[in-house]
């Protein structure tokens, strides 16, 4: 499976981005997609993810009610809606991949970069 994140850029506190992750590779359906983040100096924390098959989500605390999480079957390619967007939401964004009976995601895209200005 092949990751292609994209979508980050600079925006001011309040406003919103679309972040997205192009997917290839087999068994699509049988994943779970999940949007990652790391901030400067801190580690890599979970955002959401979406089943594949069923559309299920599920959200950090810290981005629910603000991002919403959903994938396309005809593009192969998840989103990552971020609305009232913080400046602690800056961070590197990535998206991963996992089958749905793994614990730990197997496959990840390169970062994208999004900087919430104050």
């Known amino acids: 499976v092949q990751l292609q994140a994209s979508g980050g850029g600079l925006v001011q506190a309040g406003g919103s981005l679309r972040l997205s992750c192009a997917a290839s590779?087999?068994?699509?359906?049988?994943?779970?997609m999940g949007w990652f983040r790391q901030a400067p100096g801190k580690e890599r924390e979970f955002v959401a993810h979406?089943?594949?098959?069923?559309?299920?989500?599920y959200y950090a605390n810290s981005v629910k009610g603000r991002f919403t999480i959903s994938r396309d079957n005809a593009k192969n390619t998840v989103y990552l809606q971020m609305n009232s967007l913080k400046p602690e939401d800056t961070a590197v964004y990535f998206c991963?991949?996992?089958?749905?009976?793994?614990?730990?995601?197997?496959?990840w895209g390169q970062g994208t970069l999004v900087t919430v200005s104050s």
């Open positions: 991963a991949a996992m089958d749905t009976w793994r614990s730990q995601y197997e496959y």
């Open positions: 590779g087999r068994g699509l359906s049988n994943k779970v």
């Open positions: 979406i089943i594949w098959s069923d559309g299920n989500t």
